[in-house]
């Protein structure tokens, strides 16, 4: 079992950035995949970004490229996502998850563990 526990979310204006972190607890932090997804009010659950388990390789839906980067630090237990050049689209819950494969696109039913969530909001 891992627990996962986003941090960081809240209200910032269009343009602004913010960095969430997921904090991982349980079993080994560095035995598994790593992703963001969020979700807006009214919509599905969408992919974000991804990492590899040493976090060698990332990927990023087209909708936040270049503007996002995930990361993570095994040392930690942690797995970080700046958000830069927030947009009012970018508003969403965002959620920490975990997997036991990899892939560059996930679907939620690829995911093992969820956290609970963090809101992000950027009015404008």
């Known amino acids: 079992q891992v627990q996962l526990v986003e941090s960081g979310g809240g209200l910032v204006q269009a343009g602004d950035s913010l960095r969430l972190s997921c904090a991982a607890s349980?079993?080994?932090?560095?035995?598994?995949?790593m992703g963001w997804f969020r979700q807006a009010p009214g919509k599905e659950r969408e992919f974000v970004a991804a990492?590899?388990?040493?976090?060698?390789?990332?990927y990023y839906a087209d909708s936040v490229k270049g503007r996002f980067t995930i990361s993570r630090d095994n040392a930690r237990d942690t797995m970080y996502l700046q958000m830069n050049s927030l947009k009012p689209e970018d508003t969403a819950v965002y959620y920490c998850?975990?997997?036991?494969?990899?892939?560059?696109?996930?679907?939620?039913?690829?995911?093992?563990?969820w956290g609970k969530g963090t809101l992000v909001t950027a009015s404008s």
């Open positions: 998850a975990a997997a036991t494969i990899m892939s560059g696109n996930y679907s939620p039913s690829d995911i093992r563990y």
């Open positions: 349980g079993r080994t932090f560095s035995d598994y995949a």
């Open positions: 990492i590899s388990w040493n976090g060698a390789r990332t």
